[in-house]
């Protein structure tokens, strides 16, 4: 992992993130604590990859610059971004752990372990939640702490 060709932070500045923005006993925190090197690794990767997907208003810092940022004048990556690339990193972690879940409930489920609730329909439309609006990055957090780059933009296609 190179930071600026395919990554926004290295492993240690995500560590430090973490560290000021989670409390210690924090699910995401756990969640990064426990991961080696390398999965931190393939998760910032992944992160960038996705934020580099959005529009952002601007231009590239350098012409033959490889990621979006830094931009215009600025010479470094601002720290919203950087914020933005490990919650984006954890919002994939987050998908990940649901999935594995999700897939351990089919099993016990077809292993006849938990039976098949039914719920009354009508309670079911009363409690539900409003439907949520798709963002294009798997954290919310991270797309708030970018929108400001994105103001304004459009793609033309």
């Not at 992944?46 to 208003?57: E, G, K, M, P, Y």
């Not at 409690?127 to 994105?150: D, F, Q, R, V």
Request: hydrophobic content about 40%; some cysteine.
């Amino acid at each position: 992992m190179t930071v600026g060709e395919n990554s926004y932070v290295t492993v240690e500045e995500a560590d430090e993130i973490v560290r000021l923005y989670f409390r210690p006993y924090d699910e995401f925190n756990v969640f990064w604590g426990v991961l080696s090197e390398e999965e931190k690794e393939g998760y910032l990767m992944r992160s960038a990859q996705q934020i580099d997907t959005l529009v952002f208003t601007g231009r590239k810092h350098g012409c033959k610059q490889a990621m979006q940022f830094p931009r215009n004048c600025g010479e470094d990556v601002p720290s919203d971004v950087k914020r933005a690339a490990v919650y984006n990193a954890l919002g994939f972690i987050n998908e990940d752990i649901k999935a594995t879940a999700e897939k351990q409930m089919q099993l016990f489920k077809s292993l006849g372990v938990v039976k098949n609730l039914r719920l009354d329909q009508t309670s079911m439309a009363e409690n539900a939640a409003p439907t949520e609006i798709k963002i294009p990055l798997a954290s919310k957090t991270a797309y708030a702490l970018l929108k400001p780059y994105t103001r304004g933009c459009f793609s033309i296609r």
